[in-house]
């Protein structure tokens, strides 16, 4: 995968995010110029969009005949398509992929396909009813199906559960040569939940400290201090959990429910290969009021907002995008996950129909060459990191 350092005048950066989820886009492509603009001044280049059949390659009466997928890429923005397929069934979308590549290929883009979404969930199965052996399943499934859309000129995304506690690469020997090839690319999905950024190797993780006071809830929840749903723990909670749950040594391929639980991933690629491959995140990041953890306050959109810019701006994580969940649900047509979205009702009463992270990534200008946030040079670093790291990331030979 060779990605353009620039499409349509646009500088690609490894800024991205989850676009609504729906398969049916003639909702939003109303109001087209306002979400391209605001992809746009977040200098944002990839874009994950769900697609039933040809809804992303056909022409659409709303936006002059142009394809969605036509539509972002005139505008910088590289889109990430997701089939919605039942992984019970052969893929279905070979001839739709063939006209996603002729589309991609004419702005000198790649052309991206995830080949399903999270094989655990079992909305991903018929009748939604997940195979006691879905692991081993989808393995064989992407193993017949991803050299067929490598054939068609696309790169075919091996979808994440979000991280999976088994080695997939033993399951699929045969498409090695994708992965070596860099056609075939680890399509992740990277939540932190409450869990900061450099969960575990923070001193609440290591060493459970420190313990907090109520001002620090105060300051940390400002005006959801009082809300139900968002500051459920008392103080005392929060700081007997952090004083008894203290792990020393403990590393995210051990405990992966975090951000960096990549890194697991990354143990599994220096085994088999030596070295990283083509990774995305193309679900993860940080939702307001989300919950695994009872020694960490929950997000709110505020916190969501810094550690969203920290992640593309900061973070040595080897991906060429970081598609957080999710741009927006109801204002794009689709429904649910009304707390979760970047754009929405939600809170509007305090923050506007556009939530803080809109705002923080609007402002802070995506870092240039040499600044960690070009996906070439995030690629290439993350290999150069590997030998160093191999005793913080336990992915020792």
């Known amino acids: 995968m060779e990605i353009p350092k620039a499409v349509s005048g646009r500088r690609v950066t490894n800024r991205g995010v989850h676009g609504p989820p729906t398969g049916y886009h003639g909702f ?4 087209w110029q ?9 200098e944002m280049s990839w874009l994950v969009v769900l697609a039933d059949g040809d809804s992303v390659t056909r022409a659409m009466p709303e936006i002059g005949g142009r394809s969605v997928v036509q539509l972002l890429l005139e505008h910088g923005v590289i889109p990430i398509v997701r089939y919605q ?3 019970n069934y052969p893929f279905p979308n070979l001839e739709d992929v063939e006209v996603l590549v002729a589309q991609c290929a004419a702005f000198g883009a790649p052309a991206l396909v995830c080949m399903g979404n999270e094989p655990a969930d079992k909305r991903e199965w018929k009748n939604e009813q997940r195979p006691r052996d879905w692991f081993e399943r989808y393995c064989a499934w992407f193993s017949r199906h991803a050299p067929e859309v490598a054939r068609a000129g696309a790169y075919p995304g091996f979808a994440d559960a979000p991280v999976y506690g088994r080695d997939p690469w033993p399951l699929m020997s045969e498409t090695w040569g994708l992965w070596e090839d860099e056609i075939a690319w680890w399509a992740g999905h990277y939540y932190g939940l409450n869990r900061p950024p450099d969960y575990p190797y ?3 993780q290591q060493a459970g400290q420190p313990l907090l006071s109520e001002q620090d ?7 959801h201090y009082e809300e139900p749903g968002m500051n459920e723990l008392s103080v005392a909670a929060i700081n007997t959990s952090r004083e008894a749950g203290a792990w020393p040594g403990l590393t995210a391929s051990q405990d992966a429910t975090c951000f960096r ?16 491959l083509a990774m995305g995140m193309t679900e993860g990041g940080w939702t307001p009021g989300a919950f695994c953890d009872p020694r960490y306050p929950k997000a709110t959109p505020v916190q969501v907002a810094e550690w969203t810019r920290w992640m593309c701006e900061e973070s040595e994580a080897p991906m060429f995008a970081f598609c957080s969940w999710l741009l927006a649900s109801g204002d794009m047509g689709a429904s649910g996950w009304p707390f979760d979205v970047w754009v929405g009702w939600c809170w509007d009463w305090i923050y506007g129909r556009e939530k803080p992270v809109v705002g923080l990534l609007r402002e802070t200008p995506a870092g240039g060459e040499g600044e960690g946030t070009s996906p070439l040079r995030a690629l290439g670093a993350a290999r150069g990191l590997m030998a160093e790291a191999a005793g913080i990331l336990d992915i020792r030979d």
């Open 28 to 31: 939003w492509l109303e109001r």
């Open 34 to 42: 306002y979400w391209i603009e605001l992809l746009v001044d977040m």
């Open 85 to 87: 397929v039942k992984l």
């Open 202 to 204: 923070d001193s609440v």
């Open 217 to 223: 809830l105060v300051e940390w929840f400002g005006p």
């Open 261 to 276: 639980g990549y890194e697991r991933v990354l143990g599994w690629m220096k085994q088999h290969f030596g070295r990283v």
